[in-house]
């Protein structure tokens, strides 16, 4: 199952500042006392689960990966941060991460691990139009 990533970069020219040299992705954790927001809804036959916080510069890389120690449907994930490298806005940045699955039924229950541990993501439905 593939990934989608979609990512909401807020850059302004509050200040510039070199970051740590490149890490490998880690657990996400928020900052400044923001929290992570999960949230998962159904729209037809589609289940999106999105996760939303602020980080402390601009340039981080935030994505949902399948956890491989969980062989489950659906799927558990991990919410990965990967730190910029390089010079960056010292800005506080809003960042979405979310993936699209498909078979998860409303009112059925994702789970999600990060920097502060596993969270249960219940699913909902989403009106469709008129």
Request: proline share 8%; glycine share 10%; aromatic share 6%.
């Amino acid at each position: 199952m593939r990934s989608a990533l979609h990512l909401t970069l807020g850059i302004c020219g509050l200040g510039i500042g070199a970051a740590a040299a490149a890490e490998p992705p880690a657990p996400c954790t928020a900052v400044h006392g923001s929290i992570i927001e999960y949230s998962a809804v159904q729209r037809g036959t589609k289940t999106y689960l999105v996760a939303s916080s602020m980080l402390p510069t601009s340039g981080w890389v935030v994505e949902f990966k399948v956890r491989p120690e969980e062989v489950t449907h659906p799927p558990q994930y991990t919410l990965l941060c990967k730190k910029p490298s390089g010079v960056v806005a010292q800005v506080l940045t809003r960042y979405t991460a979310s993936v699209v699955l498909s078979g998860v039924q409303v009112g059925s229950t994702l789970v999600v691990y990060d920097g502060l541990g596993k969270h249960e993501v219940p699913v909902g439905a989403v009106m469709p139009p008129k």
